[in-house]
């Protein structure tokens, strides 16, 4: 439990943090630390120097934007969970948030940090996919936006390049739409065998779209498509059958808790129950 | 004292919901564990640990370790044969008993063994060394399954062997094969208990000092034995035993994982020695996982012989015990105790238990809290219900069916044991009306209807406590006890065993505060530090209070009798006739008396003794049990499973235990909870898993699985009290009864949800994914079909029926 020898740095400007992030090679972002530094402890990461953006102003904070709320990339998942905005209007991230871990890792750990990891079992990629979030990432040559749908490229890698820092997550007001987060915890590690976030918006009986993003099944989390087209124009008692497609084609990771074949089956009931959830 | 409590008279303390006196200076983070330690030119030092199951050494280069900054030291295996081997305190006829080595010197077998080992100023630098170390190894086939490790052509753990068959202990009572010809039903089951580890929330930790003028060797170590470990640390090092001392700092669990002697207790204090500096070791949770002893991991093949109204005539009970590829101190014995307890609460005329111990390339298992005895209640209570079920009786009517009577104790049993004590209908039966149990049954039926599986499990336990005899303990069994009455008033006890979050430093302040007349806060409790207690035993095997507790009450009682001879000649009246109580000394029936203070300033001032009455006021008593002790209880646990994923939720839980007279019930009921909990969670989360490589896929706690609060229901806890016999305080001990009859009571729950889907057995842990499977071979059917299948399968059962 004890890391290899690394440099540390906390600047206090964006800027700053970005020229220390590309001043060397093995330079790492931290943020949070509730991912980087276990597995520095473990050795299974060894970055030659942390840049901390702990003390730079201006990165937490939930803030409405019209039709839109940005989030500031280190806003903790306990500010998630707990901000009046987000409850209000896009509760379903509030939701998500308050599933993470336990609370000490709510209290430290952060939105930007959690996206920039992409662990394929963290929670909050369901939820990102599912409000077709958009995820502002900042380098050498300012900002640019990179849509949910992008994001995520594989096991532990994002569309963020080396030498950007992601700052900002925009999501949208999810007014008029019910919402739901069902997980399958890990009895250990606390994080999703299987997470379904559902954005369902329904008028007189039928439902007008459904947008489901599922974590924890495969290297990285994805929309169940197969599952929002079956629904669509359909009932609540269509749900059932079309959940049956929350897993197709994907190819499922297996440990030594859940095998692929289970987790594909547990994501057709989470999604299920996320769906009925959602139209409650 | 043999009274039951409450009914006894002058019991200011005893028996009250006394807080811990340990708890403040715990909770305010201001005591030391080993880690806290700080002495003067401290040295750490990490352990270069094998990365393979089992592998040959061809060269350990340490030149760039020994380069490295701040690096003192690095020895490995070849450095430090002058340290005697880890010892084993188990002997068992015809037991193979490899070298197991301090730092493994030609081959490793297993993952986690140490091979290195590396001193620096600064544990960074220590460990930054250790990747340093070059170890060449050649690998080698892995043995990790015990079946096929009995297999010819397995390849061996040990070669010198020429087998991975340590021992076969036979235990025989009866006439088995004629119990078993005229039964009218026989039912087997082959139960499958798995490996666990003890994970105590301290792991391991050492500090060792030596003072080469003194020639004194002074070592801080997290165990459980303190005085046991001091004489093995001195044979090990070959040091005098009186230049050693042992002291436990705070202890932070141990759940009987220190109930050991490892090598690193050998390593530290020898490189102490060696480089004339203090060392310290701190083991780390992967460490801890890896490299610290495991419980359980048994195969148990039985079969009842039972007639057709629900009577036991015989089991068998074959088992394989998975000792991984050492002995550690207690090895080899942990599954006989199994067979010591395997005939549990019931009548058994026949009896036949035979257990292999099998080698393999894993880390050993040892004791883990219970240690044989929740594999024997696993064995005996989930056969219980197999049988019940068999039979379609209710599986507690089965049970009462086969109790023996209270009249019938000291009940001899099938195993050769005599059962102190016990009441068994009694704990069942309070805890079937605690539960509802009739109601919860009609409440089973009505949810089959709606397609819930609702389960309801009953366990049974009855446990060996207060090890023990010194005739059946590889190291004695008795404990020692002294109680000195300070000049100024005040107590101090001092005591053999090794408390490490039980409590005694309270509840027996409150035993000896009641018996002196005075205050608990004035009873100072001291054990752990083998320079300022007689040499004891130490704490293990629920045996703290039952004997330790004994020890000191026995103490305690010749402090009386002489508190009482000098009052009597000081107030001129008869020692018989003094009444200690309240702070004072007082004669019966009269108001003359003396203070406490008096009594305890005449006998240290010794100006007006009676004629052969010693100055000053201490006793010891070593006292030796004349048998152990047998607590036993009821558990009921309620149980919902989902149909759909196959996670199972704990509805309720209900316990009725009897450890005979409590002292504190607020400890009592803190070690049911905590068993209970690792009771669970042996049933539902917890398991090591080695991959055919004897790779650990277990190895943090992000894998294994810990019980959480959330998803525990309240625990309705009751007791009934039959004290024992054994000792004059009537009271059985408690801390491993959770555990044991918990863990059967889940698993017996989970298999009555799902009888109506004709499963008869799941081994556990039960995680979501293998109930689930196990329910998808049942049937996809609906509710009204679960229960005709239910009707229909009632008539099949899988098991061979004799007409």
Not at chain 1, 204 to 221: C, D, M
Not at chain 2, 252 to 279: D, H, T
Not at chain 2, 600 to 614: C, D, F, I, Q, R
């Amino acid at each position: 439990m004890i890391p290899s020898a690394f440099d540390y740095e906390a600047p206090r400007s964006l800027s700053e943090a970005l020229s220390l992030l590309n001043s060397r090679e093995d330079a790492k972002i931290l943020a949070g630390g509730h991912s980087l530094l276990p597995a520095m402890k473990l050795r299974l990461a060894a970055p030659a120097l942390l840049v901390d953006l702990s003390r730079i102003e201006g990165l937490s904070y939930v803030r409405e934007a019209g039709e839109r709320i940005h989030i500031g990339a280190m806003t903790t998942h306990a500010e998630v969970a707990a901000s009046e905005v987000l409850k209000a209007r896009c509760p379903l991230l509030a939701q998500t948030a308050s599933h993470i871990g336990d609370v000490q890792v709510r209290n430290r750990g952060t939105i930007g940090g959690s996206l920039a990891h992409a662990d394929p079992a963290a929670d909050y990629p369901a939820a990102i996919l599912a409000l077709e979030a958009e995820i502002v990432v900042t380098g050498p040559k300012g900002e640019r936006v990179i849509s949910a749908a992008q994001f995520f490229t594989g096991l532990f890698t994002t569309a963020v390049a080396a030498n950007e820092i992601l700052t900002e997550v925009r999501v949208q007001a999810t007014s008029g739409a019910g919402v739901a987060y069902k997980k399958f915890a890990h009895p250990a590690s606390g994080f999703a065998v299987v997470g379904v976030a559902a954005v369902v918006k329904a008028a007189g009986g039928k439902i007008q779209s459904a947008r489901i993003g599922i974590t924890g099944v495969s290297e990285h989390a994805y929309r169940a498509t197969a599952v929002e087209n079956a629904l669509a124009g359909k009932t609540a008692r269509d749900i059932a059958a079309a959940s049956e497609h929350a897993a197709d084609g994907v190819d499922a990771l297996s440990d030594t808790f859940a095998s692929g074949d289970y987790r594909k089956h547990i994501a057709c009931v989470y999604a299920k129950r996320a769906l009925e959830a959602a139209l409650k | 004292m043999a009274k039951k409590n409450g009914k006894a008279n002058g019991h200011a303390f005893v028996g009250q919901r006394f807080k811990r006196k340990e708890d403040p200076r715990l909770i305010q983070g201001i005591s030391h564990y080993a880690d806290d330690l700080r002495l003067p030119g401290l040295l750490h030092c990490v352990f270069v640990r094998s990365p393979h199951a089992h592998a040959k050494i061809s060269s350990i280069g340490t030149d760039a370790a020994k380069a490295a900054p701040g690096v003192v030291a690095v020895f490995t295996g070849n450095d430090v044969k002058d340290i005697g081997c880890v010892p084993c305190a188990g002997s068992l006829p015809g037991l193979k008993i490899p070298n197991h080595y301090v730092l493994a010197r030609d081959r490793v077998r297993y993952v986690g063994e140490p091979v290195a080992v590396i001193a620096a100023e600064t544990l960074y630098q220590a460990r930054d060394a250790a990747d340093l170390v070059e170890v060449d190894y050649e690998p080698l086939p892995a043995i990790v399954d015990m079946e096929k490790a009995l297999a010819k052509g397995s390849p061996y753990v040990h070669d010198e062997f020429k087998t991975n068959l340590a021992f076969t202990h036979v235990m025989n009572t009866g006439d088995v094969a004629a119990a078993f010809k005229k039964a009218d039903v026989v039912v087997n089951q082959r139960l499958v208990n798995q490996r666990l580890a003890p994970v105590s929330m301290e792991p391991r930790g050492v500090v060792a000092q030596y003072l080469p003028g003194e020639k004194a060797l002074t070592v801080w170590s997290s165990t459980q034995i303190p005085h046991l470990l001091k004489t093995q640390m001195a044979v090990m090092l070959g040091v005098p035993e009186t230049s050693v001392r042992v002291i436990t700092p705070e202890v932070g669990g141990g759940f009987g994982s220190k109930l050991n002697v490892y090598g690193e207790e050998g390593v530290v204090p020898w490189l102490a020695i060696r480089l004339g500096r203090p060392v310290k070791w701190s083991e780390t949770r992967r460490e801890n996982i890896a490299a610290t002893i495991h419980g359980r991991d048994q195969i148990n093949d039985v079969e009842l012989a039972l007639k057709k109204d629900g009577t036991l005539l015989g089991m068998r009970c074959h088992v394989l015990a998975d000792l991984g590829a050492y002995h550690q101190l207690l090895t080899p014995i942990i599954a006989t105790l199994t067979g010591l307890m395997a005939p549990g609460c019931y009548k058994l005329p026949a009896f036949e238990f035979v257990v292999k111990g099998v080698f393999t390339n894993k880390m050993s298992t040892d004791a883990y809290r219970g240690a044989g005895r929740p594999e024997a209640t696993y064995l005996i209570e989930r056969m219980a219900d197999i049988a019940a079920r068999e039979l379609k009786m209710d599986p507690v009517a089965f049970r009462r069916k086969n109790f023996p009577s209270p009249k019938e104790f000291p009940f001899a049993t099938a195993a050769g044991l005599q059962y102190d004590s016990g009441n068994y209908q009694g704990t069942l039966a309070k805890a079937t009306q605690i539960a509802g149990y009739d109601k919860l049954r009609a409440r089973q039926k009505a949810g089959w209807k709606q397609g819930k599986y609702y389960g309801i499990g009953v366990s049974t336990y009855v446990e060996i406590c207060a090890l023990g005899p010194s005739s059946a303990m590889p190291a004695g069994g008795w404990e020692s006890g002294t109680v000195r009455i300070e000049p100024t008033g005040k107590v101090t006890a001092l005591t053999g065993a090794s408390p490490h979050g039980q409590g005694q430093e309270t509840s027996f302040a409150q035993l000896i505060a009641d018996m002196l007349g005075i205050t608990p806060a004035d009873v100072n409790v001291v054990h752990g530090d083998t320079a300022a207690v007689p040499y004891g035993i130490g704490t293990f095997g629920s045996r703290a209070t039952a004997v330790g507790g004994t020890a000191l009450y026995v103490a305690t009682e010749k402090l009386q009798d002489k508190m009482k001879k000098i009052a009597a000649h000081l107030l001129g009246a008869r020692p018989d006739a003094i009444v200690i109580g309240g702070g004072r000394l007082t004669v019966k029936g009269s108001k003359k008396s003396l203070s406490f203070g008096e009594v305890v300033g005449a006998a240290y001032s010794a100006k007006s003794l009676p004629e052969g009455v010693e100055p000053g006021l201490e006793a010891t008593h070593f006292f030796e049990p004349r048998n152990f002790t047998f607590p036993f209880g009821a558990h009921i646990v309620c149980v919902e499973v989902d149909r759909d994923t196959g996670a199972i939720s704990l509805d309720r839980y209900v316990a009725v235990d009897d450890c005979g007279n409590v002292i504190n019930p607020l400890l009592v009921e803190g070690q049911i909870h905590g068993g209970i909990v690792q009771g669970i969670a042996q049933a539902l989360y917890e398991e090591v898993i080695y991959n055919e490589d004897g790779q650990l896929s277990t190895g943090t706690l992000m894998d294994y699985a810990l019980p959480k609060a959330a998803g525990l229901p309240e625990f309705e806890l009751e007791r009934t009290c039959t004290p024992t016999p054994v000792n004059p305080m009537g009271v059985k001990g408690v801390g491993e009864a959770g555990t044991i009859g918990c863990t059967p009571a889940v698993v017996n729950a989970v298999c009555d949800a799902l009888a109506p889907l004709g499963i008869r057995h799941i081994d556990m842990p039960l995680k979501p994914e293998k109930v689930w499977r196990a329910m998808q071979g049942g049937s996809q059917i609906g509710a009204t079909a679960v229960l005709a299948a239910a009707e229909k399968k009632a008539g099949k059962a899988s098991s061979r029926r004799r007409a």
